[in-house]
């Protein structure tokens, strides 16, 4: 049972480019979000999705596009690539279970924008 | 949105010390406190949580609890070991925007043999 995969592990961008970072879970959850953590920060919520075809936005969304076509797949578009948005961006899928409960972390994306 | 304070952000102790980290948060329809440690180069993993229908839980070594009066819940690590050190975040979810979870800024604990 693999859980929340992303990918790439490491990214290095320049400014203005644009790319996607992947997020797959194999459990069936029905709940996802993206994260991203910064020294001192702690992790702050970018977008989450409580289904298939339901996003929304989180604490801080700027420079970032979700979409959720399938249960599995949650990807973060960068649109155009900023030095503010170097980070380590972590993925999350929990279940819905009409009540809160564990959230499954990626093993994260370190990005880097020169 | 909620808010959620945490403290001390860096904390050391001896092997064998307890360790007590402290978290507040804002909203009073906050339901749920979980604890996650985060181990270097690694994504949160969950290691204990509570609810608010009960004041105290604990596992093993670990344990949490809840004053919802005073909107505060706290980590204690009792018997610390090496394997302890990593950063533990707290976390309560805003009732408005679902399964999101807020997070505090995490205590990053070292455990000096």
């Given at each position: 049972?693999?859980?929340?995969?992303?990918?790439?592990?490491?990214?290095?961008?320049?400014?203005?480019?644009?790319?996607?970072?992947?997020?797959?879970?194999?459990?069936?959850?029905?709940?996802?979000?993206?994260?991203?953590?910064?020294?001192?920060?702690?992790?702050?919520?970018?977008?989450?999705?409580?289904?298939?075809?339901?996003?929304?936005?989180?604490?801080?969304?700027?420079?970032?596009?979700?979409?959720?076509?399938?249960?599995?797949?949650?990807?973060?578009?960068?649109?155009s690539a900023?030095?503010?948005?170097?980070?380590?961006?972590?993925c999350a899928s929990s279940p819905d279970r009409g009540q809160r409960t564990e959230a499954f972390f990626g093993q994260g994306t370190r990005l880097t924008v020169v | 949105g909620e808010n959620v304070e945490q403290h001390p952000s860096t904390l050391s102790v001896q092997e064998g010390d307890s360790a007590v980290i402290k978290c507040t948060y804002s909203d009073s329809a906050s339901n749920y406190f979980p604890w996650y440690k985060q181990e270097l180069g690694k994504g949160p993993?969950?290691?204990?949580?509570?609810?608010?229908?009960?004041?105290?839980?604990?596992?093993?070594?670990?344990?949490?609890?809840?004053?919802?009066?005073?909107?505060?819940?706290?980590?204690?690590?009792?018997?610390?070991?090496?394997?302890?050190?990593?950063v533990y975040f707290c976390a309560a979810p805003p009732w408005s925007s679902g399964y999101a979870l807020n997070f505090g800024k995490g205590t990053s604990l070292l455990v000096t043999p």
């Open positions: 049972n693999a859980g929340v995969t992303q990918t790439p592990k490491f990214q290095v961008l320049k400014t203005g480019q644009s790319m996607t970072l992947q997020c797959a879970q194999d459990m069936n959850h029905e709940y996802m979000s993206w994260y991203r953590q910064d020294p001192g920060m702690g992790l702050r919520l970018i977008h989450y999705s409580v289904g298939a075809g339901i996003t929304d936005q989180g604490e801080v969304p700027n420079g970032y596009n979700v979409s959720r076509s399938t249960t599995e797949d949650f990807p973060l578009r960068l649109l900023a030095p503010s948005q170097t980070s380590v961006y972590f | 993993q969950l290691i204990i949580d509570i609810r608010s229908n009960v004041g105290e839980k604990k596992d093993q070594r670990i344990a949490v609890t809840l004053n919802k009066t005073a909107k505060h819940f706290s980590l204690h690590i009792t018997e610390t070991q090496p394997e302890d050190s990593a």
